[in-house]
């Protein structure tokens, strides 16, 4: 049973503790919390910090390319970045996010931001399907600029994150939108290899990962140079299916 003091980090109390004046916490040894879990998902949830950012840097585009540090605050992984103050995450730590509905929705609308930023949409929130935005040329253009540029670690980061925090039924859509850009229309070619290293092989679910091996393969041109999957079985698969 939780004491009082650990239900303060919880907001489904918030109004209880309204006008109440903040008083020293006491942790006892028999409590079962984490409570360094609790501050950090509630401060996921309300930090003013993220729902200000969703709402000034929205369209900000040079400050979003400019400024490094907000994408490991965006986007918690178990890895750690630039940005030293961001939490690295713990097993336990997105066990506990899994569960909790607002800050997965905090997290879509970071990933809505930055698709906009890179010239996406998400189309459907169900299937997890992203298209180009009405302005999409001139943030390819961006994104073009550099081969392994800080965007390519940052989308990698964010198909890492959304994997782990249990919005893996996005990944493989965005990794297919890339495959289907550098591959079959040409037009991200900085991205590339990024996609091919490490783009798809962030996918989790091994069925879906294998898809886009294969598309990829089918793809890729000169199909003899293609290194990211066994090519005899993959050669076999793709003229089968043609």
């Given at each position: ?15 209880k ?15 079962r ?21 969703h709402?000034?840097?929205w ?7 400019d400024v ?21 995450l713990t097993?336990?730590k997105?066990?506990l ?24 949409h ?5 299937t ?21 540029s ?35 229309v ?10 091919l ?14 898809e ?31």
């Amino acid at each position: 049973m939780e004491s009082d003091d650990e239900c303060e980090y919880d907001s489904t109390w918030e109004h209880k503790y309204e006008n109440k004046t903040p008083r020293k916490k006491v942790f006892h040894k028999w409590s079962r919390r984490n409570m360094y879990a609790a501050r950090h998902m509630q401060d996921f949830r309300h930090n003013v910090h993220i729902d200000e950012f969703h709402q000034q840097w929205w369209g900000e585009y040079e400050r979003l390319e400019d400024v490094h540090s907000y994408i490991q605050w965006l986007f918690p992984i178990q890895e750690p970045g630039v940005n030293w103050r961001a939490h690295v995450l713990t097993k336990r730590k997105f066990q506990l996010f899994r569960k909790d509905k607002q800050a997965k929705s905090k997290l879509v609308k970071s990933y809505k931001l930055m698709l906009d930023f890179y010239g996406l949409h998400l189309a459907n929130e169900s299937t997890g399907e992203v298209e180009r935005a009405p302005n999409w040329k001139d943030h390819f253009r961006n994104l073009n600029r550099f081969v392994y540029s800080h965007n390519n670690l940052r989308i990698t980061r964010i198909l890492k994150c959304l994997g782990t925090l249990g919005l893996k039924h996005y990944q493989a859509p965005l990794v297919k939108f890339f495959l289907h850009e550098t591959l079959v229309v040409g037009h991200l070619q900085s991205l590339k290899q990024s996609v091919l290293d490490y783009f798809m092989f962030a996918v989790l679910d091994k069925s879906e990962r294998r898809e886009l091996v294969r598309f990829a393969f089918k793809h890729f041109k000169p199909q003899e140079q293609f290194v990211w999957g066994p090519k005899k079985f993959l050669s076999g698969e793709v003229h089968s299916k043609s």
